[in-house]
């Protein structure tokens, strides 16, 4: 499935500056995106106690996002509420995380 890009989302990204630049796809997200026009939400984050990890965020739209202690995030998209759920009410979030990518082969959007 191809992304298409409509007059609309090239003028949104044309206007959009981000102080880190444009997102980046680091692997294949859930469903096609553009990075070039791709646009973070605003998601608010809940701290996790992980070595690598700060927290994790979801959003209405099933965003989740994932911020590591290095400041790398990334944005998975299509995914529910329940796993957001999951990997912050776990024992350990860094193996809850890691787990759920692997076995769902779930890909994210690097930002």
Do not use: Q
Not at 15 to 37: D, I, K, W, Y
């Amino acid at each position: 499935m191809a992304f298409h890009e409509s007059a609309k989302t090239k003028a949104i990204a044309a206007e959009t500056v981000t102080s880190s630049g444009p997102a980046t796809v680091t692997e294949e997200p859930l469903f096609p995106v553009n990075p070039a026009t791709y646009l973070p939400p605003a998601i608010e984050m809940i701290p996790v106690e992980s070595s690598n990890l700060l927290g994790f965020g979801h959003d209405s739209v099933k965003t989740l996002r994932v911020w590591f202690k290095n400041g790398t995030r990334y944005d998975y998209i299509g995914l529910p509420e329940s796993d957001f759920f999951d990997l912050v009410n776990a024992e350990s979030a860094g193996k809850a995380y890691n787990a759920l990518m692997k076995e769902r082969g779930i890909k994210g959007v690097k930002l």
